[in-house]
């Protein structure tokens, strides 16, 4: 079984050819190349990997959390995934 890291991993490599460690270190989606569009299909990637519903931007901003790189993307998803199986 995927980790969360491995399956956004994957998921972000359908959209960059930028190597992970750039991807991750990056400090914005812009930075590797990743476009406005490109983060929408992201986000219905996640959501179905996941099984899970990203918030809006303004939600998410209100919990702490940003879509603005890497990072902040998957402590965001790691985050929403635990919370799910807690309500299950």
């Known amino acids: ?3 969360i890291e491995e399956k956004l991993q994957s998921i ?4 960059t050819e930028q190597d992970i460690e750039l991807v991750a270190n990056a400090q914005s989606l812009d930075e590797i190349g990743i476009d406005s569009l490109s983060i929408v299909e992201i986000i219905f990637d996640i959501e ?3 099984d899970i519903k990203i ?3 303004s ?3 209100k919990q702490g959390y940003s879509f603005s790189n890497y990072r902040d993307i998957l402590t965001l998803v790691s985050d929403l995934v635990k919370q799910e199986h807690e309500n299950v």
């Open 55 to 57: 918030p809006d931007e």
């Open 12 to 15: 972000f490599s359908d959209y």
């Open 1 to 3: 079984m995927q980790s």
């Open 48 to 50: 179905e990997a996941f």
């Open 59 to 61: 939600v998410l901003q």
